[in-house]
């Protein structure tokens, strides 16, 4: 789908100050959750009766905020925080504009896909900032951040567990999806530094499973104990990409290691090959934050005279 232009970009300079929108959303989440530990968090529109009408479709608000803020899957959530406005501006566009809304602006099953993709990924990013930025969004005793947090979403309310479903729904068969829907944890699927885009979505799926089964968080190798460790996200879904492999590759034979030789680079194929026989097991899912650590501060100069 070709994305057409805002009316003058007008979306994007949406007249909001990022610290005052997440102030004001801070305040109303401290009242919404005051004394309910997992009570759901029903987040504020953006899109006010001022905010200008638009024409089509644009993901740019998106691309920036993943640009400026996302690098090797993980986020820059200081950066985010204080610099939310492209973020902020794609949020209200979707609050308005979507397959259920607009269904002539989104008629392939690509442009539908890849709006679920894009929405999951840029709300599970307002949640984490809705949330203050903790150090995981999965502390024991409480929900999922996918069912505790709700948004406008296409005119309705909406979970991140909805927004998944709709992705999956859109995907068919295709279990590639998976590698696409970010939660906010290391041990998820990383989050790509550009948009998920209807033109050439194959070889965009094929790219960010890819980059995903490349990281220690996601695949590793266990030589010790002859055992292969996949992310929980990945064991969750292994009927589906199995059976996503034998539709591909037109067989009624199939194993998660088929898949994952057809997902990895050669690198990672030749670590599969030393792997022959080893068992597959989920690993420890990661519940920490997927932000990026800073890198430590020069030590001062030191005068040796």
Not at 109 to 136: F, H, I, K, M
Request: net charge neutral; aromatic share 6%; glycine share 6%.
């Amino acid at each position: 789908m070709a994305a057409t232009t805002l009316r003058g970009a007008a979306l994007v300079r949406l007249q909001y100050s990022g610290r005052r929108v997440y102030a004001a959303l801070a305040g109303i989440a401290a009242l919404l959750g005051a004394g309910c530990g997992a009570a759901m968090r029903h987040l504020p529109e953006l899109a006010t009766a001022e905010t200008p009408q638009v024409e089509g479709f644009d993901d740019h608000g998106w691309a920036l905020t993943l640009l400026e803020n996302v690098s090797q899957g993980c986020v820059n959530y200081d950066h985010l925080r204080a610099h939310p406005e492209p973020l902020l501006a794609f949020l209200a566009q979707i609050e308005r504009i979507g397959p259920r809304t607009h269904p002539e602006a989104f008629a392939t099953r690509a442009s539908v896909l890849t709006y679920y993709v894009n929405a999951y990924n840029a709300c599970a990013l307002r949640a984490v900032l809705d949330a203050g930025v903790p150090e995981s969004m999965y502390e024991l005793g409480r929900a999922s951040p996918e069912l505790r947090f709700s948004f406008v979403v296409e005119g309705r309310r909406v979970t991140l567990a909805d927004l998944r479903r709709a992705a999956r729904e859109a995907a068919g068969t295709d279990a590639r999806i998976e590698f696409c829907l970010c939660e906010p944890a290391i041990g998820a699927a990383p989050l790509p530094s550009t948009p998920l885009r209807p033109d050439g979505l194959d070889a965009q799926l094929d790219a960010i499973a890819r980059t995903a089964l490349a990281r220690d968080a996601v695949l590793r190798f266990d030589h010790a104990r002859e055992r292969i460790l996949v992310a929980l996200f990945v064991h969750h879904r292994r009927e589906a990409l199995i059976d996503g492999y034998r539709r591909r590759m037109g067989t009624s034979h199939g194993t998660l290691v088929n898949v994952l030789n057809l997902l990895t680079d050669e690198a990672v194929r030749a670590r599969l090959a030393s792997a022959v026989g080893y068992e597959i097991v989920p690993m420890p899912f990661d519940r920490r934050l997927n932000a990026c650590v800073p890198e430590p501060a020069p030590s001062p100069a030191v005068d040796r005279n």
